[in-house]
C-alpha cells in the first residue's frame, strides 16, 4: 500500500525560497503522476501542478513562474521549490499520487512564511 | 479556466438522513481518453482529504455504500444516503480533465 509523507522547513522567510520533499513508501516514483496542492488556513484547496515518473512537469499558471518540481529515483522522492515566497503562501502542504484524480494523499506538512 | 461550484456551502443534516451536495463544473470534465474526471474527497476536521468517488460513480476500496456519485455534463451530485457522526468534515469536488485542475470551494457537512 503505497503512502506519502511530506517533509521540510516548517518556516520560511519572505522572500525565500520553500522546499518541500514527498517520500514514497510502499510503491515506486518510477510510475504514475505526482502532486502538489496546498491549503492556506480556513480555506479550499489548490492544485499545484505535477510531475510525471518521465521528468515532465505541468504547473498551475498561477503560480508556474515561481514553481519547480523534481523527482529522484534513487531516494524514491519527489520535491517542490517555491521561490520569492510572501505570506500569501503559507498553507498546509500536501502531495498525493495521480494527477486527475489524487487516489494517496500524504498527511501534509504545515508552511508559514513569517520573518 | 474551469471554474467549479459547489452547493450549499454549509450542509447541518440530521443524523440518520439523506444529504445531497451538488458540484457544477463550468465546462464538461470529459478528458481525450472518454473518462469522465469528476471526482469527491472528504477532509475529516484535522485530517487529510481522502477520495471517496472517482469518475463520477466509483467509489473507493474501504468506502460505506452510503456514499455515492452521480451525475453527467456539467452536474454532479455525491449522495450520502444515511448520514452518520463520522461524516462530519468538508466535502470537495475536483475536476480532473481541464488544465489547470480545480476544487469546489468545499460543503462543510455539520450533524444538526
Known amino acids: 500500500q503505497v503512502q506519502l509523507q511530506e517533509s521540510g522547513p516548517g518556516l520560511v522567510k519572505p522572500s525565500e525560497t520553500l522546499s518541500l520533499t514527498c517520500t514514497v513508501s510502499?510503491?515506486?516514483?518510477?510510475?504514475?503522476?505526482w502532486t502538489w496542492i496546498r491549503q492556506p488556513p480556513g480555506r479550499g484547496l489548490e492544485y499545484i501542478g505535477y510531475?510525471?515518473?518521465?521528468?515532465?512537469?505541468n504547473y498551475n499558471p498561477s503560480l508556474k513562474s515561481r514553481v519547480t518540481m523534481s523527482l529522484d529515483t534513487s531516494k524514491n522522492h519527489f520535491s517542490l521549490k517555491l521561490t520569492s515566497v510572501t505570506a500569501a503562501d503559507t498553507a498546509v502542504y500536501y502531495c498525493?499520487?495521480?494527477?486527475?484524480?489524487?487516489?494517496?494523499w500524504g498527511k501534509g506538512t504545515t508552511v508559514t512564511v513569517s520573518s | 479556466d474551469v471554474v467549479v461550484t459547489q452547493s450549499p456551502l454549509y450542509l447541518p443534516v440530521t443524523l440518520g438522513q439523506p444529504a445531497y451536495i451538488s458540484c457544477r463544473s463550468s465546462?464538461?470534465?470529459?478528458?481525450?481518453?472518454?473518462?469522465?474526471?469528476l471526482n469527491w474527497f472528504q477532509q475529516r476536521p484535522g485530517q487529510s482529504p481522502r477520495r471517496l468517488i472517482y469518475?463520477?460513480?466509483n467509489r473507493d476500496s474501504g468506502v460505506p455504500d452510503r456514499f455515492s456519485g452521480s451525475g453527467s455534463g456539467t452536474d454532479f451530485t455525491l449522495k450520502i444516503s444515511r448520514v452518520e457522526a463520522e461524516d462530519v468534515g468538508v466535502y470537495y469536488c475536483?475536476?480532473?480533465?481541464?488544465?489547470?485542475?480545480?476544487f469546489g470551494q468545499g460543503t462543510k457537512l455539520e450533524i444538526k
Open positions: 498525493a499520487r495521480f494527477a486527475r484524480a489524487l487516489d494517496v
Open positions: 510502499g510503491g515506486s516514483v518510477t510510475a504514475n503522476y
Open positions: 510531475i510525471y515518473y518521465t521528468g515532465i512537469t
Open positions: 465546462q464538461n470534465p470529459v478528458y481525450s481518453d472518454g473518462d469522465t474526471y
Open positions: 469518475k463520477v460513480s
Open positions: 475536483m475536476q480532473g480533465a481541464h488544465w489547470p485542475f480545480s
